[in-house]
């Protein structure tokens, strides 16, 4: 008898969380949503030494018509170093088009922070399989590989 009491109390206090989630607490638009559910984050390091940090959002994903034709990218990134020689790869495959936007830009509002001395890029690669693997190299340092999954 204890036991089933104590299921039920259990079961009771528990089952009033069942259908909430984190982003109800925040007054985000769907894209936020989608944006902070597309960001992946790494260090750009060579071996224990860090260069910097990288934030890259998966832009198919939250805008997924707008890019039929190719693998999209939102990278925020910054570097210790002021070296101009860093590439984006994904799956071992260089980026085929790099831009880079001012700090207040269309997809600004998808990642948490906006600083005068990061880097903002939108970058593009040709269509690729279900698993998207997205790396920054700098000189001799990289990012861990950020590790995207389609939806489809």
């Not at 008898?1 to 009033?16: E, H, N, R, Y």
């Not at 949503?33 to 750009?44: Q, T």
Request: hydrophobic content about 40%; some cysteine; charged content about 25%.
């Amino acid at each position: 008898m204890k036991t089933l009491w104590l299921t039920l109390i259990f079961f009771v206090l528990f089952s009033g969380c069942a259908d909430k989630n984190a982003f109800e607490k925040f007054h985000m638009s769907e894209k936020e949503e989608l944006g902070a559910d597309a960001i992946l984050n790494s260090k750009v390091k060579n071996a224990q030494e860090v260069n910097g940090i990288v934030s890259v959002v998966y832009l198919n994903r939250v805008y997924p018509k707008n890019f039929p034709d190719n693998e999209v990218f939102y990278v925020n990134f910054y570097l210790k170093n002021k070296s101009k020689d860093f590439s984006f790869w994904l799956n071992g495959e260089k980026s085929i088009f790099t831009q880079e936007l001012k700090r207040d830009n269309f997809y600004a509002y998808l990642t948490p922070l906006k600083t005068k001395w990061s880097k903002y890029y939108l970058v593009k690669f040709k269509k690729q399989k279900d698993i998207l693997s997205f790396s920054l190299h700098n000189d001799s340092f990289s990012s861990n590989p950020l590790v995207f999954e389609k939806d489809e």
